[in-house]
């Protein structure tokens, strides 16, 4: 955690646009432009074949005090078109406004078919040598630190669309080790809608908009959605997981990681072990409620993004451990009856313990989003010794996918150029040419063998660290457009997720098919995805049938024994770190600002992110005693916070809102002083996980110890 907050009597508030306060006159002294803010980074400089150059960070940026044209000619207007006297009209010779306007029209590149939305971050990978065992991949070894960028990112909306939507979310990870990239592309949910990747565009098309109007953006909430999962139930399972609280996480910082598919991994003895990946957020896993994440879609359609960049500037920097399940590398790929190659399977952690192998920290915003963010490019084909795939067939077509993706969205082969995508290993391909082509490539041999160039380059052995794919023998086999029979089960896991979750958590379970399938018009598909809820769980079905008015089926699969839980699948029950957690604080003249500064001062200290709440911007004061407002009663609304101070009692109606939607939410509120007047005329004194006391320190500690469980799960 950032110590620089902690320091500061009065930490200062995320989300200043840049490095220095602008003054209030335009400038008129020409100077350079000015650095990053102290909270950004931007991919190592690097040339196009991955030499280190030296220099600042800002060497790629704009440079110089002028504007000038893109060839670098000085500007003495560019407010003006240049035109055959004042009324024009305007002139073809104007090459700065042709210059100025063929660039504009072409800035943005093809968004993402999927994965759209997005927001990305810095960091260090920290590996703590557990791997070393199951595989020879460098970056694994004990102690190595290697540069990472994270894409986060929802899956069915447009890159306008909104944060909050209920949707599975991609964790895309892009680690620069020496031994070239490794690209770890997975999801916040451990199973994936289909078991085979040529049925992609099938589900994908399902889940967006309807294609005669473009609507509904961004949700599942849609018959065609829930026309192709009710015919289509290998999907149960994943859509389950969308339905639950997983769908709508609290934040990125706040979200698991998993690979969903199996890898194999070889180690230095040529040994070869099949693992799953897995993401563990120290912060715990957790979610917002549905009217918080329709309040959110309203107010901040921005709220995950600006969550994630606020808490990096803030110093409250993100971490995740990275672990791995380890299974044995048997010829039928199964463990404990799960079919491994199965992406719509997981195994519960009971059965295969998450060993962690190292620990993944955020630390830097990006300095230009588009640079990085938007143009970085993933794939799973992205790999180091030590690490290579299965034959899961959704793992396979993705080979083949995510490279044809970013050569079209990109605009060609040389993609891997581009200054976020460099590899931090020497590149030496023979690849030539291509649009966007960065590097001017010497010698006259672009072919193997040669001898003009002398031979380069050579073809590495093992001993000097070449990729080798593991040798896997194949059975004799008949060319068939089948599954395995293993991959015949549908429900039974999604019966494992279900009988895991707390009560809590199944009443949003229902309430969430209840308004997603409410929002489709035509009655059969309802009905069919009754059909297929009657295979999860009986009380669910009839809980959901009656909130559509509809009669519950009786399923149709026989259920074996009640799966044994896997307490690791709930969010509820566990105590987690506070840190990077937004408290709210209403204070005005009338309030203990003495106490309010205290507190300030406290939270900043434990890695929070306070946030005073007044009756107007500036500060407000109360003799020699002036508090920084953060916010104003026009400007909060309760979705931004995780908890409520109150420290007096200001007569306004939006605070009444304020309260009753934090109530509402299941989040903790404490009052001191003059608060308690305003717990006591919404009448919510007595109730579970309102605090009071008779100063600051008391409220503030109780509410930080409550905040350790997310919320009041007895007042939802």
């Not at 953006?217 to 009710?230: E, K, M, P, R």
């Amino acid at each position: 955690m950032s110590k620089k907050v902690a320091a500061k009597k009065n930490p200062p508030i995320p989300g200043a646009p840049g490095p220095t306060t602008p003054p209030l006159e335009e400038p008129i002294e020409p100077s350079l432009p000015l650095p990053p803010k102290a909270d950004q980074s931007s991919p190592q400089l690097r040339t196009a074949t991955a030499t280190v150059v030296d220099g600042p960070q800002s060497a790629r940026g704009q440079q110089g005090e002028y504007l000038t044209t893109a060839q670098g000619a000085r500007l003495r207007d560019t407010d003006h078109s240049l035109k055959a006297g004042p009324r024009g009209p305007t002139l073809l010779q104007d090459h700065h406004l042709r210059e100025k306007i063929t660039h504009f029209d072409h800035e943005r590149i093809p968004e993402r078919v999927v994965h759209a939305r997005g927001a990305g971050a810095h960091g260090v990978f920290r590996a703590f040598g557990a791997a070393e065992k199951v595989t020879k991949a460098g970056f694994l070894r004990r102690g190595v630190e290697t540069p990472v960028f994270v894409r986060f990112s929802t899956v069915l909306g447009s890159r306008g669309s909104a944060d909050a939507v209920r949707d599975t979310r991609g964790f895309a990870t892009k680690f620069y080790t020496a031994e070239g990239t490794f690209d770890l592309v997975g999801n916040n949910i451990p199973v994936f809608f289909i078991q085979d990747g040529i049925k992609f565009p099938d589900i994908i098309h399902a889940a967006k908009p309807h294609p005669d109007r473009e609507i509904p953006q961004a949700q599942s909430a849609h018959d065609t959605f829930w026309d192709f999962v009710s015919l289509h139930t290998e999907a149960t399972a994943h859509t389950l997981w969308n339905m639950s609280d997983r769908g709508i996480p609290r934040s990125y910082r706040m979200m698991e990681g998993f690979g969903v598919h199996t890898f194999r991994l070889l180690n230095d003895d040529g040994e070869t072990s099949l693992v799953k990946f897995h993401w563990k957020p120290r912060l715990g896993v957790h979610s917002v409620v549905w009217e918080e994440a329709q309040l959110i879609n309203g107010f901040d359609p921005d709220f995950h993004r600006r969550d994630l960049a606020d808490a990096i500037e803030a110093g409250a920097y993100p971490e995740w451990e990275l672990g791995i399940q380890v299974f044995p590398d048997t010829p039928e790929q199964m463990f404990e009856g799960i079919d491994l190659l199965d992406p719509t399977k997981f195994v519960p952690e009971e059965l295969a313990p998450v060993q962690p192998i190292g620990v993944m920290t955020l630390n830097a915003n990006p300095t230009n989003f588009f640079a990085e963010t938007e143009q970085i490019a993933f794939h799973p084909g992205h790999l180091v010794p030590g690490i290579d795939v299965t034959d899961d067939p959704l793992l396979q077509a993705r080979l083949f996918s995510y490279l044809d993706t970013q050569i079209s969205r990109l605009g060609g082969p040389n993609f891997g150029q581009l200054p976020i995508n460099r590899p931090h290993a020497p590149i030496n391909d023979m690849f030539r040419d291509g649009m966007h082509q960065s590097a001017v490539h010497s010698g006259v041999a672009p072919y193997k063998p040669n001898s003009l160039d002398g031979g380069c380059p050579f073809a590495a052995g093992a001993e000097s660290g070449a990729f080798i794919d593991v040798p896997v023998a194949l059975e004799a086999a008949t060319k068939l457009r089948v599954a395995p029979a293993s991959f015949d089960d549908h429900f039974s896991q999604a019966r494992l997720f279900y009988s895991s979750l707390s009560d809590i958590e199944k009443t949003h379970v229902a309430q969430a098919y209840t308004f997603e399938l409410g929002k489709c018009y035509e009655q059969p598909i309802k009905e069919r995805a009754l059909l297929v809820i009657a295979n999860i769980n009986s009380e669910l079905c009839a809980t959901v049938a009656a909130g559509l008015g509809l009669p519950a089926p009786k399923p149709s699969v026989p259920f074996d024994d009640a799966p044994a839980p896997s307490p690791a699948l709930s969010q509820v029950g566990a105590e987690w770190p506070v840190a990077g957690r937004v408290v709210g604080i209403v204070a005005d003249e009338n309030s203990d600002l003495a106490g309010v500064r205290a507190v300030v001062s406290a939270l900043a200290a434990d890695g929070m992110v306070p946030l005073v709440l007044g009756p107007h911007g500036g500060t407000v004061n109360s003799g020699s005693v002036t508090v920084p407002v953060s916010r104003t009663f026009d400007t909060a609304r309760s979705i931004e916070f995780d908890a409520l101070l109150l420290a007096g009692a200001p007569t306004d109606p939006r605070l009444d809102i304020l309260l009753a939607e934090m109530f509402r939410h299941g989040k903790v509120i404490g009052a001191w002083n003059d608060g308690t007047v305003l717990l006591e005329s919404a009448e919510l004194i007595a109730s579970d996980g309102i605090v009071t006391g008779e100063d600051s320190a008391s409220v503030r500690e109780q509410v930080v110890t409550l905040l350790a469980s997310h919320r009041v799960w007895s007042r939802l």
